[in-house]
């Protein structure tokens, strides 16, 4: 078995080809926003004002090595704006977010807006003309300009996090000539079209665009040499390459950066795309192809598929950070082709050279890295069979070739575990945690050789036919024979189930003097089907299961539980049970408060009387439970109640002590009047006391008052509730001392009408 061991895990898929012309993409490209694959091209806007789209390829690549990137974009279909960026970011941001869109195009702050994650370039395709000003809080534009608007322009902005940063390098003028524009022979507008206009694909037509991206790292400096050229035609059958910037680009770099693009749309609009999208290393000088050694006689057997994998020892990478990408097959030395033609064949390595049919077999790579398998066909026992091969590492360099020997052996018969003491057949075993199980090696064949793994971990010094299993896990054993092909095993699994959850009630108490109870009750989830409980008394007693309904003791007693099948007790639980010596009494009384009323017998209860519930229960009591009867309660202990209405009413105490025992008790109130009407016998209007003459009344909502003389003259009339009363006098003047009649005409709160009339005595 061969072993690969690479510490580190760098870029992998470069050169990273994406020419979306078969609407689909690898699983490294991640979009966002409007973007999406549209009839063979990447679109990142529609003809749509305020849309944005953007992708990143997310594989990093060493900026020891620079990049170099191509691409198609298509700019047309719209009134023009706003633009498309292509850009660099730190590889290593925790968070991946585009800038501010609009004259922005993602990539530079706008106003509030933070600009891209850990920018470390952005080239600005500007259709409109604001990506090289200072409008929207970006920092720098064309000298001179200001906020003034620049289209057609070619801008590059520096690196920026958050709301800093982005500032203006360097820009160009497509339509104009000049220091910073083009010469007349070599201008071109961004956009290949107008409203209307579509796709332009071919070379010689115009409105082709092409864009060529290089970052050479700069040997004198902490950034790179950046080239920017652009193959455009303005008129037809004639293609231009024209170089836009070649340039010092001298900010240090951080250790990876990965690719992306974006493209926004203002208050006007274009559709954006690209198209055949190529990156790859710039510095091809600085890497070196990888080389692999013939590897010699590694065994392979019959009958089984053989794994192997590509070591250190069988392979240099002498790039940085290098790793392989691919393995690929061939039949001869002949056979193996120069990946010199179509440079995203070479990126993806070629799917036709991953599996290898032979005769004697068949080989084939694994999608990534160096490891492969050989599944040898019968009838080569002890033959030999031999494959060559080439390494491709993530920066597509591939080595020259190298063979594969492998000697053909003769496969074992089948292995298989037995556990001793256990029925035959059994892949499984249940056991308390520490204890042994004895697994065997067990076949048709003398094996020579064996390897034990627990969970896919070879065991240390396990070169034996047998093992003691102790802890949990799927134990696999590898024989082999004695031309060292291996068989392996099904797997055993040793399972140290876990304790069920033992939750009892504590304290568990009996609230009836002389009570048994039956602990089962109170276990949560008690399932004697497929635990088995035991319970310990305060005398040290055992009782198992059932045993435990009958418990009549106070005290402190554990609780364990096992699984049926198993012999091991869990932790012991404590737990009280308390068994009352005295029965919980609930009681009360009531009055109208603070007046000794209870009934008829002491006057009477009405109905806005405030009654006072007075609880007489046991001192234990930790909850009260009042239900007044007419729909009403309250937990207070000492609840104070108004019925307002007449009647006969059940009160219900339910009381709960600290131990949670219950007890009720249930007693009757009558409230039987409704009103009070009570009448002096006289009056001295003369005094200060006792000046007026009315009733005194209680439950009376309506009143008239009605005196006369004895002759039947009316001397005075009120319907005033809240009257005084008669004062004595008619038009001022006293009246004599004597007899005098009253009348009245009342209605009670509940509705009763009430009349009554008598005579009084008027004293002067």
Same mark, same amino acid.
């Given at each position: ?16 080809? $994406? ?23 990447? =679109? ?49 941001? !925790? ?143 004639? #293609? ?14 951080? !250790? ?28 091809? &000088? ?22 192997? $994998? ?18 690929? +097959? ?20 070629? !799917? ?10 068949? +080989? ?45 052996? $003769? ?18 075993? =249940? ?31 396990? &070169? ?34 876990? +304790? ?31 635990? &088995? ?14 045993? %435990? ?6 005290? &402190? ?120 009407? %009570? ?15 009315? #009733? ?11 005196? +006369? ?36 005409? %009342? ?11 008598? =005579? ?5």
């Amino acid at each position: 078995m061969l072993s690969f061991i690479n510490g580190s895990v760098a870029q992998v898929g470069f050169p990273y080809c $994406e020419r979306f012309t078969d609407n689909s993409t690898q699983s490294a490209t991640v979009f966002g926003g409007s973007a999406r694959i549209v009839d063979g091209a990447l =679109r990142l806007t529609d003809a749509i004002n305020e849309q944005n789209g953007y992708i990143y390829i997310d594989i990093p690549f060493s900026s020891a090595y620079g990049i170099k990137a191509e691409f198609e974009y298509f700019s047309y279909g719209g009134n023009g704006a706003d633009g498309i960026v292509a850009f660099l970011f730190d590889a290593d941001t !925790p968070i991946f977010n585009t800038g501010g869109f609009g004259g922005s195009l993602g990539y530079a702050q706008r106003g509030n807006q933070v600009g891209l994650s850990r920018a470390y370039l952005g080239i600005g395709f500007d259709e409109y003309g604001n990506f090289g000003t200072t409008q929207e809080g970006k920092i720098g534009g064309f000298p001179g300009i200001g906020e003034s608007l620049v289209p057609n322009s070619i801008v590059i902005r520096g690196p920026g996090s958050g709301l800093s940063g982005y500032a203006f390098v360097v820009g160009r003028k497509t339509m104009l000539p000049g220091n910073d524009g083009l010469r007349p022979s070599d201008q071109f507008p961004i956009s290949s079209g107008g409203l209307g206009t579509s796709r332009v694909t071919d070379p010689n037509l115009p409105g082709y665009r092409k864009v060529f991206l290089d970052l050479q790292p700069d040997p004198n400096g902490d950034g790179y040499f950046l080239t920017v050229r652009m193959l455009v035609s303005t008129e037809a059958n004639n #293609p231009r390459m024209v170089t836009i910037f070649d340039r010092p680009y001298d900010f240090p770099a951080p !250790p990876n950066l990965k690719i992306g693009f974006t493209a926004s749309t203002g208050g006007l609009n274009n559709i954006h795309e690209i198209r055949n999208l190529i990156v790859e290393v710039s510095n091809e &000088d600085g890497l070196a192809n990888p080389e692999g050694i013939n590897i010699d006689d590694k065994a392979s057997c019959e009958g089984q598929e053989n794994t192997y $994998e590509i070591t250190a020892a069988e392979a240099t990478l002498p790039n940085e950070n290098s790793s392989i990408r691919c393995l690929q +097959f061939y039949g001869s030395l002949e056979d193996i082709q120069a990946e010199e033609g179509d440079i995203c064949s070479q990126a993806r390595c070629r !799917p036709e050279n991953r599996v290898l049919v032979l005769p004697q077999g068949t +080989f084939r790579a694994a999608d990534t890295g160096g490891e492969f398998t050989f599944f040898p066909n019968i009838g080569f026992t002890d033959q030999t069979v031999q494959v060559y091969y080439t390494i491709t590492d993530n920066y597509g360099k591939t080595s020259s070739g190298n063979y594969i020997k492998l000697l053909i052996k $003769e496969s074992p018969e089948p292995v298989s575990i037995v556990a001793v003491g256990v029925e035959e057949n059994t892949n499984e075993i =249940r056991l308390c945690a520490g204890a042994p199980v004895i697994l065997k090696a067990v076949g048709e064949e003398v094996y020579v050789k064996f390897e034990w793994y627990r969970d896919d971990i070879l065991i240390p010094n396990s &070169d034996l036919p047998q093992i003691s299993a102790i802890l949990p896990g799927t134990y696999k054993v590898i024989a082999y024979n004695s031309k060292s092909c291996p068989t392996e095993s099904e797997g055993f699994t040793l399972i140290n189930p876990a +304790f069920p959850s033992l939750v009892i009630t504590n304290p568990v108490v009996g609230c009836e003097p002389g009570m048994t109870l039956d602990i089962r009750e109170f276990i949560s989830g008690h399932d004697d089907s497929l635990y &088995d409980y035991q319970l310990e008394t305060p005398s040290g007693e055992i009782l198992l299961n059932e045993q %435990m309904a009958q418990i009549a003791l106070s005290g &402190d007693y554990l609780i364990r539980v096992k699984h049926k099948d198993l012999t091991c007790w869990s932790e012991p639980v404590p737990f009280e049970v308390i068994i009352v010596e005295e029965v919980l009494k609930a009681n009360f009384d009531f009055e109208v408060d603070g007046t000794g009323v209870k009934g008829d017998e002491e006057g009477g209860i009405f109905p806005d009387d405030p009654i006072k519930f007075t609880d007489l229960s046991s001192e234990e009591v930790v909850s009260w439970s009042w239900d007044f009867g007419d729909g009403n309660s309250s937990t207070e202990q000492n609840p104070i109640h108004i019925y307002g209405v007449k009647g006969v009413f059940q009160i219900v105490l339910t009381i709960t002590d600290n131990l949670g025992c219950v007890a009720e008790i249930t007693k009757e109130l009558s409230i039987t009047k409704s009103y009070r009407v %009570m009448f002096p016998t006289g009056f001295t209007p003369t005094l200060a006391e006792n000046r007026f003459f009315r #009733p005194k009344v209680r439950g009376i909502a309506q009143m008239e008052i009605l005196v +006369f003389n004895l002759w039947g003259n009316m001397l005075f009339r009120t319907d005033d509730l809240q009257t005084e009363g008669w004062d004595g006098k008619v038009n001022g003047e006293l009246m004599p001392g004597g007899n005098y009649v009253y009348r009245v005409k %009342m209605v009670s709160i509940d509705g009763e009408a009430v009349e009554q009339s008598g =005579r009084f005595l008027l004293i002067r």
